[in-house]
């Protein structure tokens, strides 16, 4: 049975957080991993900097290979960058262990994953390899994935929770009743971990309603 896997790193123990030592503002959320015989691929959104910045601040680094500009929307940036396996960290273990990243988001407080494993002894294998290579992953979150009222779109339990609470305490409402902020502090958690939460729920939502197969 397919299952997800919340963790937390620091932001120094991923490659992309070399960017918060020189732009402590901004904010990076993955796109997708790929895997590719020597390299992983990781595309992402920059916000909160100029890509010329971001470009030479990604360039600096000993195990980048190159980093390309892929498109922009008002204030945010999606970009790619190919770096060595030898420089991967984490992202080395996802992809030998076949872990589906679902969300990724960093600030220079630290970054917030989202996975997913076919099985839980996947999830197992994945947190017993970080162990042994002394990543320094912290789980908040493990749970299965099961469809919900027998419908054809999936929810995580935080997922729902996060839904369900947001929505009561008028975090949807115009004007807004509670802020971000507000409802990641009553769920104990950090805001950026919540706006992945209330993202990755959306897009399963609308997936399972709104969209014909």
Sequence with gaps: MATILEFTLPADEFPLGSVFETL?????????????ASLIVPYFWVRGGQPEDIESDFEAHPGVNSIDLIDSVEDEYLM????????????????????????????????????????????????????EDGIPIEITAVHA???????????????????????????????REASLEDVAEELGIT????????????????????ITP
Excluded at 24 to 36: A, I, K, S, W
Excluded at 193 to 206: E, F, Q
Aim: charged share 30%; net charge negative.
């Design 145 to 175: 994935l099961l469809p919900i009222q027998g419908n054809g779109y999936e929810l995580t339990d935080t997922q729902r929770e996060a839904l369900v609470l947001a929505y009561e305490r008028g975090y949807f409402d115009s004007p």
């Design 80 to 131: 790619r960058a190919e770096w060595d396996q030898e420089y991967a960290g984490v992202l080395n273990t996802l992809a030998d262990d076949d872990i589906t990243v679902l969300s990724a988001v960093g600030t220079k407080d630290g970054w917030d994953f989202e996975v997913r494993g076919e099985s839980r002894e996947k999830i197992s294998e994945f947190r017993t390899t970080c162990q």
């Design 191 to 210: 805001q950026q971990s919540l706006s992945s939460r209330l993202r990755r729920g959306h897009r399963r939502l609308i997936g399972g309603t709104l």
């Design 24 to 36: 402590p503002d901004v904010t990076v959320t993955m796109e997708r991993l790929l895997p590719q």
